[in-house]
Structure formats: C-alpha cells, structure tokens
C-alpha cells in the first residue's frame, strides 16, 4: 500500500506543470568550471578520494581507443589512430573520475563562467580559501 502511494505522488508531482528531470548522461562530464563537494569533507578527504578515483579511471579505454589501436595499419596509420585513441581516452579519464567521485558520495559543483574563470588564475593556497566553507 505505502508503495501504491509512493507512486502515485510522484508520479502526480512530475505532472505537475514545470515539472522536468535533467536527464543524466554518463558519458559526458559536466560542462564549465566546477569542483567537487561533499558535506563535512575536508580538502584531505577530496585529495585522497581524487586519488583514488584517478587510479581507477587510468584503467578505463574508450571503445573508439581499443577499435582504432586493433585496426592501426602500417606506421602511419598505427601513430594516427594511437593518437586518435589517446584523445578518446582521455575523455574517457576524466568521464570516469567525475563518475566515480559521485558515486562515492560527491557533488559536483558549477561555477558561472565568470567566477570560475576569477578562480582558475588563482594560487592553489588562494583557491581553497575561496572555495572552502
């Protein structure tokens, strides 16, 4: 029952007018400057669980990456398609760090273009005191 009513109040506030999900794709980051926040976390923590989070998104390879490295022909063909695949998989890098940083429990943060720009000059000592709660 509690479910029938879980349900049937959601799904009247999705009809409400206005009402609209983003949709979440997986397989792009999310654009402009942002950072990661998670409550009660200190830079420590975002410095250790980016570590962590870049360690396994080293071993990720874009499906263009492994397609275009098995099919490289001759030398020519083969520095092309391992730098072609070298771009993908850097997509695919930072794709899996911001991934895995949510999944382990962090928010991802946008800053309006112009902030962020003011931010991105900054020293990093001057940088996590803006940022810091």
Known sequence: MR????????????AMPGFAL????LSKMTPGYTYYNKSGATIADHDVEVVACATEAMKVQS??????RATANGLLGFMISDALSDAADRGAFAISLE??????GWRVVRVPDAEGKKLA????????AQISP
């Open 63 to 68: 499906f263009g990456g492994q397609v275009n």
């Open 22 to 25: 983003a949709a979440a794709d």
């Open 99 to 104: 991934n895995c940083m949510v999944v382990h």
């Open 121 to 128: 000059k900054l020293p990093p000592a001057e940088l996590v």
């Open 3 to 14: 479910t029938k009513l879980a349900m049937i109040a959601a799904m009247s506030i999705m």
